[in-house]
């Protein structure tokens, strides 16, 4: 069961403008809980700025996410801004020229490069000449924390450092991916599991073909199939 506290929704526009803003209280569940959730937008001319945060109850900041749409031909651009992203109280940086292209039939993610406290995650098209590029999604020194830390009830829900990467192929039909992926001290409501290398495909479709090794705390584990 999923309970939204005060739910409450704003809208203001004039001749040029267009203001929008969602906000809960709190969204929760038996394991999960999302404080001062705003969703906000402001639309004018041929742009949309939006944003998404949470906060707790304190004003400290969970998460921003924040940037600019931009209309193309067919299509749309995002940017995230300069300042539009917190993750934990801490701002991370992004660099100028970063973009995600939707268009029809294309997709194409440029240097959306997130990097703070130690930590990176980006989306890049491996061939941007290519409207149908795979993505590929990297993981440097990635605190699962990080993320889990915005919607948890208590804390310890997920631990461990993530690190590797993601290709997704395919995106615009039958999506296929490849993950080459470890995750250092890995553990989930705040029991410890140890390191966890996975390695796993779906190039043929409908068969997906995983290899997980566990290892450390006691646990000594190899699994392979399909």
């Given at each position: 069961?999923?309970?939204?506290?005060?739910?409450?929704?704003?809208?203001?526009?004039?001749?040029?403008?267009?203001?929008?803003?969602?906000?809960?209280?709190?969204?929760?569940?038996?394991?999960?809980?999302?404080?001062?959730?705003?969703?906000?937008?402001?639309?004018?001319?041929?742009?949309?700025?939006?944003?998404?945060?949470?906060?707790?109850?304190?004003?400290?900041?969970?998460?921003?996410?924040?940037?600019?749409?931009?209309?193309?031909?067919?299509?749309?651009?995002?940017?995230?801004?300069?300042?539009?992203?917190?993750?934990?109280?801490?701002?991370?940086?992004?660099?100028?020229?970063?973009?995600?292209?939707?268009?029809?039939?294309?997709?194409?993610?440029?240097?959306?490069?997130?990097?703070?406290?130690?930590?990176?995650?980006?989306?890049?098209?491996?061939?941007?000449?290519?409207?149908?590029?795979?993505?590929?999604?990297?993981f440097n020194d990635f605190?699962?924390?990080?993320?889990?830390?915005?919607?948890?009830?208590?804390?310890?829900?997920?631990?461990?450092?993530?690190?590797?990467?993601?290709?997704?192929?395919?995106?615009?039909?039958?999506?296929?991916?490849?993950?080459?992926?470890?995750?250092?001290?890995?553990?989930?409501?705040?029991?410890?599991?140890?390191?966890?290398?996975?390695?796993?495909?779906?190039?043929?479709?409908?068969?997906?073909?995983?290899?997980?090794?566990?290892?450390?705390?006691?646990?000594?584990i190899a699994m392979q199939?399909?």
């Amino acid at each position: 069961e999923i309970k939204v506290d005060s739910l409450i929704v704003r809208v203001n526009s004039d001749a040029d403008l267009l203001q929008a803003t969602v906000r809960a209280g709190s969204i929760t569940d038996s394991m999960l809980q999302i404080t001062n959730l705003q969703l906000a937008g402001k639309a004018g001319h041929d742009s949309i700025e939006v944003s998404l945060q949470s906060t707790s109850r304190d004003g400290y900041m969970k998460m921003l996410l924040a940037g600019v749409f931009n209309s193309v031909p067919d299509g749309y651009k995002f940017r995230f801004g300069k300042d539009g992203i917190v993750f934990q109280n801490v701002p991370w940086s992004v660099p100028s020229d970063n973009y995600l292209l939707f268009s029809r039939n294309q997709f194409i993610a440029h240097d959306v490069a997130l990097r703070g406290a130690g930590q990176s995650l980006s989306l890049n098209s491996t061939d941007e000449k290519n409207p149908r590029s795979p993505l590929k999604i990297e993981f440097n020194d990635f605190n699962l924390a990080t993320l889990s830390h915005v919607v948890e009830r208590d804390t310890g829900l997920l631990g461990g450092i993530l690190a590797g990467n993601v290709v997704l192929q395919n995106l615009e039909k039958q999506m296929a991916f490849t993950s080459d992926l470890t995750i250092k001290d890995f553990s989930f409501g705040q029991r410890h599991v140890g390191d966890v290398t996975l390695h796993a495909n779906n190039q043929t479709e409908n068969v997906y073909d995983v290899n997980m090794d566990i290892t450390g705390n006691g646990n000594q584990i190899a699994m392979q199939g399909k």
